[in-house]
């Protein structure tokens, strides 16, 4: 059973399942001192772990994660790395609809596959191109808000500054 109390990876600050917070860095130096003591947490911790991120470099942060490279053929990955272009801006333009149901489909899988928590972590550096749909990034952050609560889980969104 998770706990009631989420480990952010920084000293004195935790989290509570239905948390959604906004991380700022300056430079991909300062996102990784975020992201990959996050991500690393909830992987020790057993959670289902989801990381978009916006950028080529995917492999190279799950290597900085140290998850196991597995393929899931002894079960559920317990970290799925995506990209905003799969994501976030699926067919080219962003959707606040579309990306609730990515969450809703990731988080809500990964409960039925035996996780009992989900962590997640997503770039939002995607948001700076001026991509159709951008207009609607608050309307999503505020949305993302009500459907936390649906499952035990946190979410991390990142702004470069």
Known sequence: ????????AVPGVELRPGDHICAFY???????????PYIREGLAAGDKCICVIDGPDVAGLEDAFGAPHDDGADGPRQLEMRRSEDTYLNEGK????????????????????GFE???????????????????D?????????????KYPQVIMCLYEL
């Open 94 to 113: 962003f959707s606040t609809d579309a990306m609730l149901e990515f969450w809703d489909i990731a988080v809500g899988g990964a409960l039925e596959n």
């Open 26 to 36: 300056p430079s991909l130096e300062e996102r990784d001192n975020i992201l990959v």
């Open 137 to 149: 990034l608050i309307v999503y952050e505020a949305q993302l808000n009500r459907f936390l609560p």
């Open 1 to 8: 059973m998770f706990s009631s109390r989420i480990g952010l």
């Open 117 to 135: 928590f989900s962590r997640a972590a997503g770039e939002m550096t995607w948001a700076l191109r001026h991509m159709p749909g951008v207009e």
